[in-house]
């Protein structure tokens, strides 16, 4: 089989590596080996090139993910900070879940591939992770990831319960509509025109925001809005420029350079439930993620 004809299996390939690694760039790389490896070795006889290449990636992916420390989200790594309490030091970019962009026609269930569930599929071990990832998620039969997986279709089901039972609940996240659309529109109005009431005013009570790499985060409207007032965390002048992460919405935050242009910052992504902003994580190393939108 050409290497063309691999090519065709890539974007979903993209997607299953990344459930499984929490990473863009690594996700990347694993179907990149994993293209490689199933060119020089795959045999008609013994499976389809798809199932080929699924095997050879989840072997990959655990290989890779042997001795990695979890990903997570700042909520994973500690409580929430009382305002005021110091950033502490930036984490490296291996211990963070970070975004993905994937192609535009790339069919794919956007509560999969949202952080809040890739961060819960890293506190599964590794083949449970798989295994819950090819049942649930792309709906392959047991008999079919015992296969792939070279046990047993018994093993494959009790893995299954496991992870289910260990796999921590998400918040339901609003399906791309009018009614969203309409309110990142105010949500970017307001932070544009650096209106903090009425920004707060589309925040749950409960809403939560972080700043990757730093462990540091808050829970709560009060406190969001005491942080945006803060002299030191003025936005003022910044704009956001949409873009698609994860399936869902987020934001080139950018500010004004030295000669008046403006220069990425940070790159924004927004959850929203019931009408509301219910989550933004600012991951602040925006230059380390733009090669994600160029390739």
């Not at 809040?116 to 649930?136: E, M, S």
């Not at 969203?180 to 925040?203: G, N, P």
């Amino acid at each position: 089989m050409s290497s063309t004809d691999l090519e065709q299996y890539r974007a979903e390939l993209t997607g299953y590596c990344y459930r499984m690694l929490g990473s863009g760039f690594e996700a990347e790389d694993a179907v990149q080996e994993s293209l490689l490896r199933a060119w020089r070795t795959h045999d008609p006889q013994r499976s389809s090139a798809r199932t080929w290449l699924y095997r050879i990636a989840t072997t990959v992916c655990l290989d890779m993910l042997r001795g990695a420390q979890r990903r997570a989200m700042a909520m994973d790594l500690g409580p929430a900070v009382e305002l005021g309490e110091p950033f502490g030091t930036p984490l490296p970019p291996s211990r963070w879940v970070e975004p993905i962009v994937l192609p535009e026609d790339h069919a794919v269930r956007r509560e999969t591939i949202r952080l809040a569930f890739i961060a819960a599929l890293q506190h599964l071990p590794p083949k449970q992770r798989a295994v819950l990832i090819l049942r649930d998620v792309l709906a392959w039969s047991a008999q079919e990831v015992a296969g792939l997986l070279e046990t047993s279709v018994a093993g494959v089901n009790s893995a299954l319960q496991r992870a289910r039972a260990t796999l921590p609940a998400t918040t339901p996240v609003d399906p791309p509509d009018h009614a969203q659309r309409e309110l990142l529109e105010r949500y970017v109005a307001a932070f544009e025109r650096h209106d903090i009431e009425s920004l707060v005013k589309l925040l749950h009570e409960d809403a939560t925001t972080s700043m990757p790499p730093f462990a540091w985060w808050l829970r709560g409207r009060d406190q969001i809005r005491l942080a945006m007032l803060a002299p030191e965390a003025s936005c003022e002048g910044a704009r956001l420029v949409p873009v698609t992460v994860n399936g869902g919405p987020a934001f080139w935050q950018t500010r004004p350079g030295p000669d008046g242009r403006h220069e990425r910052f940070a790159l924004v992504v927004v959850e929203t439930s019931g009408g509301l902003i219910t989550d933004t994580i600012t991951y602040l190393e925006a230059d380390r993620l733009a090669p994600l939108f160029a390739r």
